[in-house]
């Protein structure tokens, strides 16, 4: 800025441009503060010139001022930057533009694009080649080189020419460690996603940005295993001399593996230091391991946080003697201090009423804020299934102690509606109908209506459930089934040629009342009526335990369910107990008198980043008639074999109307997407009337593989291709079959 005159506080009596060509006058006097017929500011004109120059629409600016008129003239000397008229790509063979195009604005920003008739920074043209280069190597086109072209075309407009010299596509041939003696090289090319040429698994091209990540991870790998001062001493990436194969060098300094020294404790006024080392568990001399002191640093930060001292903030920092391998652990915490919650607000709940919201929080306004209460508080909600999203958030109250939890949360579609098929020997194909809402006009209720026809079956069935009754905790279930079927079966699993079967219409109800004594644990009671109607099928025998006629069955079960499993599609931690006795008979009067007893645990690990889970269900069954019942129902005994059994076998094919029944299914998981994983199985079970006749020889195993798809409003789709592993069984010349249903395996 230079000035011929004294300027300041005289009246703008003219504003003049030298140097526009292309940029419009109009255009730069909207972005000047000074106007015409105000006082000139020496202070303004500076930051006028700063907005000018943050325009990107000038190289080169100066201002002079002049004495004009009883006033001052601003005159602005500049030079205008080139102006886009077109992005165009050259010399590129097998890359096509549009991928090349779409790959930029996937990874750029909206200030890093080029756009047409905006003036070009230099800067940008960098960050394009960049991203043309990592664009090359994804498509291994690794020696690929770009460079760029500024064709001038009409005044001030220029084209940018992106010239990509392909050269050839190489791949990975070789990925060697060297110096590496803790780990194999076997292992350590695990770690990483730079990985040798393997089809159909690895495409072997080399990566520079996901290379230098692969770095980090390797580091990472030996960090968690207590190797604290390894690094990564050189890596080399060579090309053979025709530039048909690159080779990859990874040499490390794995250096000792530590053990853990004396812990020190800083910082902790709250609680003693013998009650952190006790939390922490960091014994002196054993192997140092970094998830150990990860969830030492969450054990004592959780224990702040039940204190109400939620922003207590904890490092462990090692101190290292590379001589004696010990890693010396500093423990400093900053205590901050206690906090209240002031208020509990929800927003994004159009539809859910905020009662039910509310009634699944374990905090309070006024109350100390209690992180593992508001983490369980999350825990309850995301049950629901209501939400989308769900983000707690905390937030400073109108004092230092006081905070204010906001719920922000996405609702998601509630309803349900499946049509489908499905296949099982007992009832062949059949139709499926579902009608089915989970927060019933925002109250939380659940309504169910579902129906299935086949060619020996039709079922029907309504149920209404209140989660809370009258805002208690009491759960109320109400049910309605009404089937009529024909069940074919086989009298022992050896001769299938002896069948027996008949024809039944079951209707009747039920009532549930449910509450919860601890966070995971539930108990209910359950009191059902059913009036069933039996009919002989022709030239079928009727099973022992059928009577032709119509009989009434009143039952009351007791059932208690343990479940705190992280989720109910892809569960990777937790487990699920479910034990339950039920009563028909007796003092309830009735045709039929028995007593069962149900018990169900599931085990459920996951492990490389919980996309992999193993998953173990152990099911065993028990039922006994008395009083005057000469039999167990058919319907009330068990039977094995087929979908939700032993896999690999038809529906009933391993037998049915037994007393006992007990079954094993294990599965390893494998998800490839939030809805859809893979799955491979091995089942084993048995079946018999009484328990002197239970023999390990009488267990039926059965593997396969299959997958799930969790549909929206429809529910998870299975479908499971089972072998029978059993010699004895009759038809194993059938090599297998297909089982399909909707809803969970376990």
Known sequence: ISSTVSAENKIVSKIEFVGLEVVKPGRVRRLLRQKLGRPFSDYQARRDFLKLYKSNLFSNIELHTQDYENGVKLVYFVTE???????????????????????????????????????????????????IKEYCEKEGFYLAEIDVELKAVD?????????????????????????????????????????????????????????????????????????????????????????????????VDEGPRYRYGESEVIGNKLFSTKEIL???????????????????????????????????????????NREKGVAVLKILINEDQKRYIEKIVFKGNDITKEKVLRREMLIEPTKVANAKKIRRSYEKLQRLGYFKELDPRMEPGSRGDLISVIWRMEEQKTGRF???AAYSNRDKVT????????????????????????????YYSLSFTEPHVLDTHYSLSLRYDNTKREVIGYKSFTDQSDRVGYRYHKQGGSVTVGRPFMYYLWVFVKHGVIYGEYTKLEDIDLPSSVEEGILITRTLGLTVRWDNRDDTFFPTRGNYQETGITQAGGFLKGDNHFAKVNFDTRWYYGFYRKN?????????????????????????????????????????????QKRYRLFINTEFRWRLHDMFHLVAFWDTGGIWDYMIDIKSEDFYPGTGVGFR????MFGTVRVDYGLPLDPRWPQIGEHGRVHFNVGATF
């Open 278 to 320: 006790y939390w922490v568990n960091l014994k002196a001399g054993k192997k140092y391991r970094q998830k150990k002191v990860d969830d030492a640093i969450n054990a004592i930060k959780e224990k702040y946080g039940e204190k109400g001292y939620i922003f207590a903030y904890v490092t462990i920092t090692p101190e290292l």
């Open 81 to 131: 930057r080139q102006l886009v008229q077109d992005v165009e790509f050259a010399e590129n063979k097998k890359l096509q533009d549009e991928k090349i195009n779409n790959y930029l604005k996937d990874n750029l920003e909206s200030r890093e694009r080029i756009s047409k008739g905006r003036s070009l920074a230099s800067y940008k043209l960098e960050v394009y080649k960049r991203l």
């Open 418 to 420: 499946t049509i489908g």
């Open 709 to 712: 798809v969790n549909v929206p």
């Open 431 to 458: 139709g499926q109908l579902g009608l089915g809402i989970v927060n019933l006009m925002g109250y939380g209720q659940k309504v169910n209506a579902n129906v299935e026809v086949g060619e020996k079956l039709f």
């Open 612 to 656: 992999l889970a193993l998953a173990a269900r152990f099911t065993g069954d028990y039922v006994k008639e008395f009083a005057s019942s000469e039999s167990v129902p058919v319907e009330e005994s068990f039977a094995l074999g087929g979908t939700n059994s032993v896999r690999g076998y038809p529906d009933f094919g391993l037998g049915f």
């Open 155 to 251: 005044s001030g407009y220029v084209v940018v020419i992106f010239n990509i010299k392909e050269n050839k596509r190489i791949r990975i041939k070789k990925v060697k460690f060297l110096n590496n003696e803790a780990f194999s090289d076997w292992r350590l090319r695990w770690q990483i996603n730079t990985k040798r040429y393997y089809f159909p698994f690895s495409r072997g091209l080399f990566e520079e940005e996901k290379f230098k990540e692969d770095l980090e991870k390797l580091k990472e790998f030996y960090l968690k295993r207590g190797y604290l001062s390894m690094t990564v001493t050189e890596s080399m990436v060579n090309v053979d001399k025709d530039k048909n194969r690159i080779y990859v060098e990874i040499t």
